[in-house]
């Protein structure tokens, strides 16, 4: 058939390759060729004269519907047995994606997470491994895979079901379906901004959601905590020991992730990360032992010479078995005015799985990223955690700093945040009725330091009012929990407002006017004035 085809069209086709590594007959890499309209239309003449006018009516309405699939490349198909083969790099290492196969052998050195993390889905499939990490659900991930496609799997091989290619987030919770997703797997999601500021403590189902890894499963039952380091005795604790021998300790705390906002810096430059709006951020009352409580009783002196760290391991780990981790200043851990808790309630429940349940650090006044859930390990160390998170990530740098210059060992790892406020009401585009006008939101500042006023103006910050602020009045310095705040003033109908607020903390911190001078490349610490249009309708 190919000899009587290039006999009609006088065009050379286009022929398979061997495929090193593969020994099937007919395992090839096909190499792309032309075999499109312009070869085709030669053909027309002699196939007029073989099959008459009406063949050759036929043929063209075929071509110019197959023109398009005629142009790509066609490939060789696979059996997974097959793709299994592909394993190291003397052998080619190949994965799947969907239907598609990829020789991956070229990239593996230049995988921006190692080679170590790609060679775990050698010879299988790529998703249970890309879901890990959001990243790899940006279009350009999967066009850059697109260049290593050599192969099909056979269409009598079956998908697997999620369970069988070990999706590890099959195991993931129920969630709220009015939490606004930014990613699925892992799962992160804020609550819609106009319920925000409806209620001082964030019921937990709305409470925002950050996870790095799938939720581990965790029986209580069998649930240890181990507490460890020089200079005091190893412990491993159940979760009725951490409930009976320390004393039940709570405190309302504001969390806030390092990412809040930052969709609002990505309209001035891109930034790598989740496009979190303003919603990640929410407030609960915790309950459970103090850290400081436990780390005496293992033995830890309540002050230590030199620089020391306190640091946390989750139960949740990546495809390699590394957990997430996070570490805080010792001081800070054995304080008895920092209140940092190894939480197992929630606003006066069990901690949801997604929560952290059974336990979890809560650090208040700090970077949500240091509150690290479903806690295995506490551990005293002279040096900071060495985990990703803590060393090559949640770290702020100038807005010159890129990709190719960034050196995350020049910067400190975020612990408190900086002031910070939004508007939760009213959204981004509304039409507003004529008369008075209610605006509200919250306000929040890092390290125990009370919001002492939230200003708002209605015209882009040319003229402003003062808001009134609500919520608890914390002891001096203990300032852990958000304010809310509101403000009514009168508008009228056709106008166009520009609605800004801005915070102020007790140390007369206040937040930036503009985005552009606090732009990183990460998209962290966003905390500028925040800016809502809307209209005033007749």
Not at 372 to 385: C, D, G, I, Q, Y
Not at 480 to 507: F, N, Y
């Amino acid at each position: 058939m190919l000899l009587l085809l290039r006999a009609v069209t006088g065009r050379r086709l286009p022929l398979p390759l061997p495929c090193r590594g593969c020994s099937r007959p007919g395992a090839a890499r096909f190499a792309a060729g032309s075999s499109g309209p312009g070869g085709s239309g030669r053909a027309a003449p002699v196939l007029a004269a073989l099959l008459g006018l009406g063949a050759v009516l036929a043929y063209g309405d075929r071509r110019r519907r197959t023109a398009q699939a005629a142009q790509a490349p066609r490939y060789p198909r696979y059996t997974r047995e097959e793709v299994g083969r592909h394993r190291s790099p003397q052998e080619r290492v190949w994965v799947t994606h969907g239907t598609e196969v990829f020789d991956v052998t070229d990239f593996v050195e230049l995988h921006p997470g190692g080679a170590d993390k790609i060679l775990l889905a050698a010879g299988g499939a790529l998703e249970p491994f890309w879901a890990l990490y959001a990243v790899h659900s940006q279009p350009h991930v999967l066009e850059l895979l697109r260049e290593y496609k050599v192969g099909e799997l056979s269409p009598d091989e079956a998908p697997p079901a999620a369970a069988a290619a070990g999706d590890p987030f099959a195991g993931d919770p129920p969630r709220h379906p009015g939490l606004r997703v930014n990613s699925q797997k892992p799962f992160n999601a804020e609550p819609p901004a106009e319920l925000l500021a409806e209620r001082f403590l964030t019921p937990n189902e709305l409470f925002f959601t950050r996870n790095h890894l799938p939720v581990p499963a965790v029986d209580p039952g069998s649930y240890r905590l181990r507490v460890e380091g020089p200079g005091g005795r190893a412990l491993s604790l159940s979760l009725p020991e951490l409930r009976s021998r320390f004393p039940k300790h709570e405190v309302t705390a504001t969390l806030q992730c390092a990412g809040n906002r930052r969709a609002e810096m990505s309209q001035v430059r891109p930034v790598k990360g989740l496009p979190w709006d303003i919603g990640a951020i929410s407030t609960a009352r915790w309950g459970g032992a103090r850290l400081r409580d436990v780390l005496l009783h293992a033995g830890f002196e309540e002050e230590r010479e030199g620089e020391w760290h306190v640091c946390f391991e989750g139960l949740d780990a990546d495809a390699g078995g590394a957990p997430y981790g996070a570490s805080i200043p010792y001081g800070r851990a054995v304080s008895p005015a920092a209140d940092v808790l190894l939480a197992y309630e929630m606003n006066g429940e069990e901690l949801p799985r997604d929560h952290g349940f059974p336990v979890r650090v809560v650090v208040p006044g700090v970077v949500g990223a240091r509150s690290v859930k479903w806690l295995r390990r506490v551990a005293v160390s002279p040096a900071e955690s060495p985990s990703h998170w803590q060393q090559n990530d949640y770290k702020g740098f100038s807005p010159c700093v890129d990709w190719d210059t960034v050196d995350y060992k020049t910067a400190p790892a975020i612990q408190e945040l900086p002031v910070q406020s939004a508007i939760t009401h009213p959204r981004p585009g509304a039409a507003v009725p004529a008369g008075e006008l209610t605006v509200k939101g919250y306000a929040w500042s890092g390290g125990g330091r009370p919001v002492v006023r939230v200003d708002v103006s209605l015209d882009g910050g040319r003229t402003w009012r003062v808001a009134r602020l609500s919520g608890e009045r914390p002891p001096p310095g203990r300032a852990w929990a958000w304010v809310l705040w509101e403000l009514q003033a009168p508008v009228a109908a056709g106008a166009e407002l520009e609605i800004v607020c801005k915070a102020v903390d007790g140390s007369y911190n206040v937040q930036p006017d503009t985005v552009a001078p606090i732009w990183n490349l990460r998209g962290v610490l966003s905390n500028a004035w925040h800016r809502v249009r809307v209209s005033v309708r007749d």
